[in-house]
């Protein structure tokens, strides 16, 4: 019966917290207008009008709404929207998988640094400082040349670029923690430092990872499509969007449609993560969410 009760009370605060959060307008914004995105890019063989990679030169640089191309069509007379949708699936993939794995590995690194502490996180620290020391654009770029044009070198370089960040983050959150008074009582009842990291330290800190992960989320989509853009990224005819505006900036004056509805996308798609990011915190930061009751 304890059990029962405990659990419905834990699914009661669960559901308030998700109330509280879809209460927040920014992030119900964000929120559609990454699940709009998502169902294009799992649905894209249904959304999509026409072949994205179907070449008509006769059709160049349709303006849109013309000849049933509701975009307009870019220099090879290849369907845009058609090309957009398909591309929703590569923008999605490049933004959360690198979040995702930096996530793991310098959350990792950083309760591993700040709750050993000593020379092994002074060591790590010096090593994240010289990375910051580079701007991560030019971090990225120099990683994406050497390793060469795709997909898996873009996501080794956007890894690199922010798993330092992460850690840092993550750190200074243990940094905090590890003095608390529950955390001296589970070393005064002997549990290892494993445990003690794993059970009593990370979990405090993971909400704040969480909503960290997404907003860099948003960064990524940018620094994505500054790759993509740069030719670091997937390589023609693959639709993707940095590649498209890139393709598109030739022609901007003749047929501006080419470059700026890939723009408008990437835009969309990181003040999605954004938004949900910022309602994330919201509910997340205890100052936040007594000026709001």
Same mark, same amino acid.
């Given at each position: 019966?304890?059990?029962s ?16 959060l ?17 169902l294009?890019?799992?649905f ?8 994205p ?7 160049r ?13 870019? %220099?090879?007379? $290849?369907?845009?929207?058609?090309r957009?949708?398909?591309?929703? $699936? ?6 959360v ?25 002074a060591?790590l620290?010096?090593?994240f400082?010289v ?20 997909? %898996?070198?873009?996501i080794?370089?956007m ?9 840092r ?14 955390? %001296?009582a589970a ?5 290892g ?6 059970r009593?330290?990370a979990?405090?800190?993971?909400g704040a ?44 004056a ?22 949900i990011g ?8 205890? $100052?936040?969410?007594r000026?709001q009751?």
């Amino acid at each position: 019966m304890a059990k029962s009760a405990a659990d419905l009370l834990e699914a009661t605060e669960r559901w308030a917290g998700m109330r509280r959060l879809f209460a927040n307008g920014g992030f119900t914004a964000g929120f559609a207008i990454i699940a709009a995105i998502t169902l294009c890019a799992v649905f894209a063989d249904l959304i999509a009008p026409h072949d994205p990679l179907f070449a008509d030169p006769m059709q160049r640089y349709r303006p849109p709404f013309s000849q049933g191309r509701w975009l307009g069509t870019d %220099e090879l007379g $290849r369907d845009i929207l058609s090309r957009l949708v398909f591309g929703a $699936r590569l923008a999605l993939l490049i933004a959360v998988v690198p979040t995702a794995i930096s996530l793991a590995v310098g959350g990792a690194i950083g309760l591993i640094s700040g709750y050993v502490g000593g020379v092994l996180d002074a060591a790590l620290m010096r090593a994240f400082d010289v990375m910051f020391a580079f701007p991560g654009i030019l971090l990225a770029l120099a990683i994406g040349a050497t390793l060469g044009p795709g997909i %898996e070198s873009m996501i080794i370089a956007m890894v690199v670029v922010t798993v330092p960040t992460f850690g840092r983050v993550v750190r200074g959150g243990v940094l905090a923690i590890k003095e608390e008074v529950f955390v %001296e009582a589970a070393r005064a009842l002997g549990y290892g430092r494993t445990r003690i990291m794993l059970r009593h330290i990370a979990p405090n800190v993971l909400g704040a990872l969480i909503v960290y992960g997404t907003l860099q989320t948003g960064r990524n989509v940018i620094l994505a499509a500054s790759l993509s853009f740069l030719g670091l990224g997937p390589q023609p005819p693959t639709p993707d969007w940095g590649q498209m505006l890139s393709s598109g900036r030739t022609a901007i004056a003749i047929a501006p449609h080419v470059s700026t509805m890939p723009g408008l996308a990437i835009v969309l798609l990181a003040i999605g993560f954004n938004m949900i990011g910022d309602g994330a915190r919201d509910l997340l930061d205890p $100052r936040l969410r007594r000026e709001q009751d």
